[in-house]
């Protein structure tokens, strides 16, 4: 069955770049028409999608956030990183990471991880 | 950049009906996904391509779309239900999330 797991610091300071890792089971990122997305959620507010990366390499990226994100996979098939850089305290909050199988142009995620709590203080 | 606009919380009362639109415009050439997220939860998926439901999900809960807008529809609401909605859709290959609603069980 595909899990996943999102993993990275708890805890940034400003202006630092915060690295995360999607590590992944149940699928591989070498197969056709699979994608993992990352989309955070900032305490107590909505979700928000940040980056998505396709088997191809293909990359895409939230408009707001494009200039700071930059999301890459690993060689193995079964990680995704996602880094932002220059954070700062609006940057806090639960950051998942998500499957989609990208048969259609409309697909969903489908299978999303726990998440993991990021905090940004000095 | 493309917004979809949800009410932020919708009311009702046990074993009645809740429904829960997301607007935005030129929604109907988009399909529309829905998650349902409870606290301290992970999303999860409940309705894509506006009406699809992915196994495990029970038939009380159920997508329409007309024109500009899509609607989530929950039947014989129960206490369970109570959580907050998020639809979903694709614009240029991007993913625009609504703002949530939270559905309240009274």
């Known amino acids: 069955q595909i899990t996943l797991r999102e993993s990275g610091p708890t805890l940034v300071k400003p202006t630092q770049t915060l690295t995360l890792t999607c590590a992944f089971s149940g699928f591989s990122l070498h197969s056709t028409e699979v994608g993992v997305g990352w989309i955070r959620q900032p305490p107590g507010k909505a979700l928000e999608w940040l980056a998505l990366?396709?088997?191809?390499?293909?990359?895409r990226y939230s408009p707001s956030l494009r200039s700071r994100l930059t999301i890459t996979k690993d060689p193995s098939g079964n990680q995704v990183v996602l880094t932002m850089t220059n954070v700062h305290p609006v940057d806090a909050g639960t950051y998942y990471c998500?499957?989609?199988?990208?048969?259609?142009?409309?697909?969903?995620?489908?299978?999303w991880g726990p998440g993991t709590l990021v905090s940004v203080s000095s | 950049s493309y917004e979809v606009t949800q009410p932020p919380s919708v009311s009702v009362s046990p074993g009645q009906t809740a429904s829960i639109p997301c607007s935005g415009d030129?929604?109907?050439?988009?399909?529309v996904t829905w998650y349902q997220q409870k606290p301290g939860q992970s999303p999860v998926l409940v309705i894509y391509k506006d009406v699809k439901r992915p196994s495990g999900i029970p038939e009380r809960i159920s997508g329409s779309h007309s024109g500009n807008t899509a609607t989530l529809t929950v039947t014989g609401t129960q206490a369970t239900d109570e959580a907050d909605y998020y639809c979903?859709?694709?614009?240029?290959?991007?993913?625009?999330f609504g703002g949530g609603t939270k559905l309240i069980v009274l």
């Open positions: 990366i396709y088997w191809n390499d293909d990359k």
């Open positions: 030129d929604l109907e050439d988009k399909s």
């Open positions: 998500a499957h989609r199988s990208a048969v259609t142009g409309e697909d969903p995620f489908d299978y």
């Open positions: 979903q859709v694709w614009d240029l290959s991007t993913v625009v």
